[in-house]
C-alpha cells in the first residue's frame, strides 16, 4: 500500500483547506486510517482516524468542530477538510493506513510523505 498526500499550501487564519490522502497499491487491505500531524519541536500527534467504512471517526480536542474527516472507499481517497485554521494548526500533515500483509499475517501501519500546511495570522 502507497499513500499520496496532497492538497496543503499557506493560507491565512480562519480560511479553509481540504487534504487528499490517495491510496494505491492494496487497498483492499487497508482497514482504519487517519492523519497525524506535526508541529517544528513537537511530537507528531493524530488528529482524525476514521474506521474502515466511514462510520465511525474520533477527532483530537484541538480540532473538533473545525476539521472533518471523511473517506471514499470506491477512490482509495481519504479527505481533512480543515475550516477555521489557526496558525497553530501549522505543521506536516501526514496520512496514515492500518492494512493487512498477508506475507507478514499482520496488520502493519502505512504512512504518506506528509504535506505542510502553514497557517498565517
Known amino acids: 500500500v502507497q499513500l499520496v498526500e496532497s492538497g496543503g499550501g499557506l493560507v491565512q487564519a480562519g480560511g479553509s483547506l481540504r487534504l487528499s490522502c490517495a491510496a494505491s497499491?492494496?487497498?483492499?487491505?487497508?482497514?482504519?486510517m487517519g492523519w497525524y500531524r506535526q508541529a517544528p519541536g513537537k511530537q507528531r500527534e493524530l488528529v482524525a482516524a476514521?474506521?474502515?467504512?466511514?462510520?465511525?471517526?474520533n477527532y483530537a480536542d484541538s480540532v473538533k468542530g473545525r476539521f472533518t474527516i471523511s473517506r471514499d472507499n470506491a477512490k482509495n481517497t481519504m479527505y481533512l477538510q480543515m475550516n477555521s485554521l489557526k496558525p497553530e494548526d501549522t505543521a506536516v500533515y501526514y496520512c496514515?493506513?492500518?492494512?493487512?500483509?498477508?506475507?507478514?499475517?499482520?496488520?502493519?501501519?502505512?504512512w504518506g510523505q506528509g504535506t505542510l500546511v502553514t497557517v498565517s495570522s
Open positions: 496514515n493506513a492500518v492494512a493487512y500483509y498477508s506475507d507478514y499475517r499482520r496488520y502493519l501501519e502505512v
Open positions: 497499491g492494496s487497498t483492499f487491505s487497508i482497514n482504519a
Open positions: 476514521i474506521t474502515s467504512g466511514g462510520g465511525s471517526t
